[in-house]
T-cell receptor, first 114, second 112 residues
Framework: GAGVSQSPSNKVTEKGKDVELRCDPI?????LYWYRQRLGQGLEFLIY????????KSGLPSDRFSAERTGESVSTLTIQRTQQEDSAVYLC????????????FGEGSRLTVL | GNSVTQMEGPVTLSEEAFLTINCTYT??????LFWYVQYPGEGLQLLLK?????DKGSNKGFEATYRKETTSFHLEKGSVQVSDSAVYFC???????????FGAGTRLFVKA
């Protein structure tokens, strides 16, 4: 597609439920990133993919968080047994990978855990 | 370490005022540097970038110069408009080209 697409745009869930957030990067972009943005705060790095491998998972907050990517396409971020502190906007970005560093962001998935 | 530090907001200015948002970084080597902007209700978008020392990035009247001596990349605009109200994020390219690292963001309010 023309830009990075994320779904759902809004998700309200109950504490303890699992959620899946999806990201469709720009076609041809080899790098894909997930960030978390809590209300009024900056961007917290979660994980990035180069192709379908994840060289850096250092930002995942706990083992309840996982992510996968099929080829150089769609990525899914899964949060198991959600907690209220997981409430945030989850941002996906894609880029050309090594060298440029320029990222193209989706509009985010707003997660609210009740 | 590898980090980006930018001035705390919010910054409130009147229309046509001069804007400076400070940003400093720590890094080994000379990473590319960026300013991203997040307008209300929208996703982040790249505002400008500089890829090597002494480069000046510019866009929409905003400028930032890559200063390796002071490890800084301050954002400036000579005359702000109400439509510039947004959150501005300074960022640097990560080690090896990956994992762009962002500052905490600075919220700018411009009053008419």
């Amino acid at each position: 597609g023309a830009g990075v697409s994320q779904s759902p745009s809004n998700k309200v869930t109950e504490k303890g439920k699992d959620v899946e957030l999806r990201c469709d990067p720009i076609s041809g972009h080899t790098a894909l990133y997930w960030y978390r943005q809590r209300l009024g705060q900056g961007l917290e790095f979660l994980i990035y993919f180069q192709g379908n491998s994840a060289p850096d998972k250092s930002g995942l907050p706990s083992d309840r968080f996982s992510a996968e990517r099929t080829g150089e396409s769609v990525s899914t971020l899964t949060i198991q047994r959600t907690q209220q502190e997981d409430s945030a906007v989850y941002l996906c970005a894609s880029g050309m990978g090594l060298g440029t560093g320029e990222l193209f962001f989706g509009e985010g998935s707003r997660l609210t855990v009740l | 370490g590898n980090s980006v530090t930018q001035m705390e907001g919010p910054v409130t200015l009147s229309e046509e005022a001069f804007l400076t948002i400070n940003c400093t970084y720590t890094a080994t080597g000379y990473p590319s540097l960026f300013w991203y902007v997040q307008y209300p209700g929208e996703g982040l978008q790249l505002l400008l970038k500089a890829t090597k020392a002494d480069d000046k990035g510019s866009n929409k009247g905003f400028e930032a110069t890559y200063r390796k001596e002071t490890t800084s990349f301050h954002l400036e605009k000579g005359s702000v408009q109400v439509s510039d109200s947004a959150v501005y994020f300074c960022a640097r390219q990560g080690t090896g080209g990956f994992k762009t690292i962002f500052g905490a963001g600075t919220r700018l309010f411009v009053k008419a």
